[in-house]
């Protein structure tokens, strides 16, 4: 499975951004997809996750995002909402098969995407 992800860019507090992955090559419908972050300096961390029919989030952007998915366009969506600059990092799509336990830890997921940058003024 190959993940392109799209729509990151330059953005002030407060506003939204909607970011997208589009993957090709694989069953997409039947994997996991995640969304994970790396903001400078810092170590990737998880974002949002849609498995099966639900969704999890981070605590810091519960309320503000929304993950969704597209099968019919094998895409996974990120709405971004109320925008931080603590939001700034390198966004990454991803997809997998991690038991519900594991929907967090990034090394459940088999393929990535190659990064989108979301910076975030204030």
């Known amino acids: 499975v190959q993940l392109q992800a799209s729509g990151g860019g330059l953005v002030q507090a407060g506003t939204s951004l909607r970011l997208s992955c589009k993957a090709s090559?694989?069953?997409?419908?039947?994997?996991?997809v995640a969304w994970f972050r790396q903001p400078p300096g810092k170590e990737r961390g998880f974002v949002a996750a849609?498995?099966?029919?639900?969704?999890s989030y981070a605590d810091s952007v519960k309320d503000r995002f929304t993950i969704s998915r597209d099968n019919a366009k094998n895409t996974v969506y990120l709405q971004m909402n109320s925008l931080k600059p603590d939001d700034t990092a390198v966004y990454f799509c991803?997809?997998?098969?991690?038991?519900?336990?594991?929907?967090?830890?990034?090394?459940?997921?088999?393929?990535w995407g190659q990064g989108t940058q979301v910076t975030v003024s204030s």
């Open positions: 849609f498995k099966g029919g639900t969704t």
């Open positions: 991803a997809v997998g098969c991690p038991i519900t336990s594991s929907i967090r830890d990034s090394s459940m997921y088999y393929y």
């Open positions: 090559g694989g069953a997409f419908s039947t994997y996991t």
